[in-house]
């Protein structure tokens, strides 16, 4: 009688758990019915896949797991800080309908500011370096936006972008300069979402995450909840050459690692308010050598067809991984598609000039153009 208690018990314990996972399956896929209709634009932004680099993960002998952030309806991980950022904006009344969002972007920025402003009804002015790839301004000009590429110049230059943009919103009415750089609005939207999501997909195992950094939103963000769940987490800034953070967080000094990057939108000159305060472990430097090597490798061995911003993540990754050992599990974002980059970074004669081309194994050669 005992006996046929226990089973029955076991069988009940196994039945309950076994019912608990597929709920989690089913609210993490989305197929709860509550989330079977997304509202509007914004409602497809974030709740991104969590996927494992099967192959990468083999070699380190660590899971490295990555945010499918291309899949965002705006096509990059930076739909995320867009939409917070509008957000705040008309949360503190600096918007009305019908007015005019204007940044100072690299790029992915204002793509997903001007697909949330046709989304929403606003106007969409775009401030960008000159020395962005053509593919990003051709499409901001197809989705509507007022694009205005100005000479690339540092931030203490009054004719920085960032502050040509800052300009131009003071000088109309009904308009906000979105400050995604300074406005910690950024790094909340990863701390409301891409934070918990990460937690969630991951039932909590997660050693480390690494990313990249421009505004410093998504790492600041994404570490600030991490760590609040568990203070073990390591959290570590992945920096590309000739931006400061790696010397900032490593030796405590404003000062450019050598050389410059191929990279777009990540790297930094000074300490933005979005990483102020952030819960940083330590920092990476990823050369340009490492983050194409790795962005072929994604494509060729993985599957992934992702920019340089995203070889430079999951490079960091494996490095964050053979610091920890076997048997960790670190999570990055790959942040957009290669379809942005396609002129430049798969293009051979580019690479050449670089000194890039010998990072593309010989075999991936042939699918240049």
């Known amino acids: 009688h005992h006996v046929h208690y226990l089973e029955f018990a076991l069988s009940e314990t196994m039945f309950v758990a076994s019912l608990r996972r597929a709920a989690q399956y089913f609210l993490l896929s989305g197929r709860c019915k509550s989330n079977w209709i997304k509202d509007g634009f914004k409602g497809t932004v974030g709740?991104?896949?969590?996927?494992?680099?099967?192959k990468t993960s083999q070699e380190t002998g660590c899971e490295i797991l990555v945010k499918a952030e291309f899949l965002n309806s705006g096509g990059?991980?930076?739909?995320?800080?867009?939409?917070?950022?509008?957000?705040?904006?008309?949360?503190?009344?600096?918007i009305r309908p019908g007015g005019t969002v204007i940044e100072g972007t690299a790029g992915n920025t204002g793509i997903?500011?001007?697909?949330?402003?046709?989304?929403?009804?606003?106007?969409?002015?775009?401030?960008?370096?000159?020395t962005?790839?053509?593919?990003?301004?051709?499409?901001?000009?197809?989705?509507?936006?007022?694009?205005?590429?100005?000479?690339?110049?540092?931030?203490?230059?009054?004719?920085?972008?960032?502050?040509?943009?800052?300009?131009?919103?003071?000088?109309?009415?009904?308009?906000?300069?979105?400050?995604?750089?300074?406005?910690?609005?950024?790094?909340?939207g990863h701390y409301h979402t891409t934070g918990p999501e990460i937690w969630q997909q991951t039932e909590g195992k997660v050693d480390a995450v690494t990313f990249a950094t421009g505004t410093g939103g998504t790492l600041a963000g994404v570490g600030m909840f991490l760590k609040e769940k568990n203070p073990a987490i390591k959290v570590v800034l992945a920096d590309p050459q000739g931006s400061v953070l790696y010397n900032l967080f490593t030796h405590g000094k404003v000062e450019r690692s050598p050389g410059t990057s191929i990279t777009e939108g990540i790297g930094q000159g000074r300490l933005t308010n979005n990483?102020?305060?952030?819960?940083i472990d330590y920092a990476i430097m990823i050369s340009d050598n490492e983050s194409v090597s790795m962005t072929f490798h994604l494509l060729h061995e993985e599957g992934f067809f992702v920019g340089a911003s995203s070889g430079?993540?999951?490079?960091?990754?494996?490095?964050?991984?053979?610091?920890?050992g076997p048997g960790h599990t670190v999570v990055t974002a790959l942040c957009d598609t290669g379809e942005r980059y396609y002129a430049r970074l798969f293009n051979k004669e580019f690479l050449k000039e670089k000194g890039l081309l010998k990072d593309v194994a010989e075999e991936y050669q042939n699918a240049l153009h």
């Open 312 to 324: 430079l993540n999951v490079a960091a990754a494996v490095k964050v991984a053979r610091d920890l």
């Open 132 to 188: 962005q790839s053509q593919e990003k301004i051709n499409l901001l000009k197809v989705l509507g936006a007022d694009v205005r590429p100005v000479p690339a110049v540092p931030f203490d230059d009054p004719a920085n972008y960032n502050h040509q943009a800052c300009r131009y919103a003071e000088s109309l009415g009904n308009a906000v300069w979105t400050n995604q750089f300074d406005n910690t609005a950024n790094r909340l």
């Open 76 to 94: 990059s991980v930076k739909d995320r800080a867009a939409l917070y950022l509008i957000k705040d904006a008309e949360e503190k009344g600096q």
């Open 47 to 54: 709740n991104t896949p969590l996927i494992r680099l099967n």
């Open 275 to 279: 990483l102020k305060g952030a819960p």
């Open 112 to 130: 997903g500011l001007a697909h949330i402003c046709n989304a929403l009804g606003y106007k969409c002015v775009i401030y960008m370096p000159n």
